[in-house]
């Protein structure tokens, strides 16, 4: 089975969704928007299910990035047939406003390791099977989604309420990254150091690569776990 992989930025690829995605036998057509050349394909019937990863643009640029008017099209495609949808940081947002709610600014930036809580429903979610009920994540944003209609919170935090939503059964939206590798934040404090002074400090960036390094092999274990229930329910939805 194939799945649609949506990287907006070379720096923000499927990390550890790779790995684990191949494991279990699928092929992974990564599109990379910012590299020259790349189109999103013509429709979704060759793939089984759609992922879209994070990246540094806001949901509303679509001037400035025209093909995001053409994913939101595709993001209510997969939705409406049913197919399974997994959406991180710009992706959720991005499934958010598909789903028609407001993604805004948040109160605060979150950027590094920031608990976050299961929902009762989040509890009871299979894609979350096998994790205990508040876990550390990696955050990097300042925008947040508003809940759109009909939708089920499944987790929470506190300086960003809304962490991660479904809606039907294979629809899911996420604020936070578990599919980042230590090799990937670091690369990203490099690449956003900027960004990252302004919000930490001048040792902002050795800093959180100290936390991250500490936070490794956590990490990649409930990544894997996390990432390891969303194929097996998208396997599930696509009749395997």
Not at 185 to 203: C, P, Q, R, T, V
Request: hydrophobic share 40%; aromatic share 10%; proline share 5%.
């Amino acid at each position: 089975m194939q799945v649609l992989v949506i990287q907006h930025v070379n720096l923000e690829g499927p990390g550890l969704l790779t790995p684990v995605l191949e494991k279990a036998g699928w092929r992974l057509d990564v599109r990379q928007m910012d590299k020259p050349g790349v189109r999103l394909p013509e429709d979704l019937d060759l793939y089984k299910a759609l992922v879209i990863l994070g990246g540094p643009m806001n949901v509303y640029e679509e001037e400035k990035y025209p093909y995001l008017s053409r994913l939101d099209s595709f993001i209510k495609q997969a939705i409406t047939v049913q197919k399974p949808v997994l959406g991180i940081c710009l992706g959720g947002q991005l499934i958010a406003k598909a789903l028609g709610a407001r993604v805004r600014k948040n109160s605060v930036k979150e950027i590094g390791w920031y608990p976050v809580r299961l929902t009762s429903m989040g509890r009871q979610d299979a894609i979350f099977k096998g994790l205990p009920p508040e876990f550390t994540v990696f955050q990097w944003h300042e925008d947040t989604f508003e809940l759109p209609a009909n939708v089920t919170l499944l987790a929470q935090g506190d300086t960003c309420l809304n962490q991660a939503f479904v809606y039907g059964k294979n629809a899911y939206g996420f604020q936070f990254h578990l599919e980042v590798t230590f090799q990937m934040i670091s690369a990203w404090s490099e690449a956003y150091a900027d960004d990252l002074m302004e919000f930490g400090g001048k040792k902002a960036v050795r800093h959180l690569l100290t936390e991250s390094l500490s936070h490794q092999t956590k990490l990649s274990e409930t990544g894997t776990k996390f990432l390891t229930n969303w194929v097996s329910l998208a396997e599930l939805a696509a009749g395997r």
